[in-house]
């Protein structure tokens, strides 16, 4: 058993107000995705200026925010929703879910492409490769203030987390999805997008490497108290909304494929 390292969530205290690592850590995503944003723009005949790119990470970054919020409340926490609806605001009461935050970027980025008259699909294809930078970035957040922990196992690496009143050993899953999630979609989008492709293909293959990468770590990750298992004793809420990316994905990528035989140039 490895022990879990002891860090305080705050990064920095100014007088009343307090810097969280958590609210760093969504600042490291969207300034990571913002500068290779930037970067690609910067390259011949990108069809982009260097704000389109700010607008556009501006417009992400409010989906990110308020789908976020919403559909965590929507999908996790649905009877407090219901019972006192202005709850919505707390934002330290409470959480956030990626499924939200990803319906969230899509009407976001579905206003940002009409404002611009740039096709939606371009335009997510466009930044979708930046999305893990903020995934990974927020799982070790959550691994920092010692939330949504993995399940008891006796695997050597296994850790107890503070907050767990049973003080098992438990996996540390939030560092598998900052991994999968993160590090490993991150670059397996940006290797695809340097090479000729559909367009919409790189929107789909996040979807199914999300999905996949969800569904799979969900496994290791302890279910919400409230709500434990959605079905089987093993279905988890996050897997049962991981399920509908991996098939709009799959049908994104195949549909682009299918229907735009001339493969556009990288960005």
């Not at 389109?52 to 407090?80: E, H, K, T």
């Not at 935050?101 to 335009?123: Q, S």
């Not at 279910?223 to 049962?240: C, K, N, R, S, V």
Request: proline share 6%; net charge positive.
């Amino acid at each position: 058993m490895i022990n879990y390292p002891q860090i305080n969530p705050v990064a920095l205290s100014l007088g009343p107000i307090q810097v969280h690592w958590y609210g760093l850590m969504y600042l490291v995503g969207f300034m990571g995705a913002w500068w290779l944003c930037l970067r690609r723009a910067k390259q011949p005949n990108s069809g982009w200026t260097p704000q389109q790119v700010s607008d556009l990470i501006f417009y992400g970054a409010l989906g990110v925010i308020l789908g976020g919020r919403i559909g965590y409340m929507l999908f996790y926490d649905f009877s407090n929703f219901i019972a006192a609806p202005w709850r919505i605001v707390l934002l330290n009461q409470g959480g956030m879910s990626f499924h939200g935050g990803a319906l969230g970027v899509l009407a976001a980025i579905a206003i940002f492409a009409r404002k611009t008259n740039k096709r939606f699909l371009a335009a997510m294809d466009f930044g979708v490769p930046m999305v893990p930078i903020g995934l990974g970035a927020g799982r070790i957040g959550n691994f920092i203030n010692g939330e949504l922990w993995g399940r008891a196992t006796d695997m050597p690496w296994g850790m107890v987390f503070p907050g767990d009143v049973l003080q098992l050993s438990r996996h540390p899953s939030q560092l598998y999805q900052a991994f999968t999630e993160g590090l490993l979609l991150f670059a397996v989008l940006w290797l695809y997008s340097r090479y000729p492709r559909p367009m919409g293909a790189i929107t789909g293959l996040f979807g199914v490497g999300y999905g996949i990468s969800r569904f799979t770590t969900e496994f290791f990750r302890e279910p919400d108290a409230h709500m434990g298992y959605i079905a089987f004793e093993w279905l988890t809420m996050g897997q049962l909304l991981s399920l509908p990316l991996i098939v709009v994905g799959i049908g994104l990528m195949v549909w682009g494929y299918k229907t735009h035989p001339v493969i556009q140039q990288a960005k």
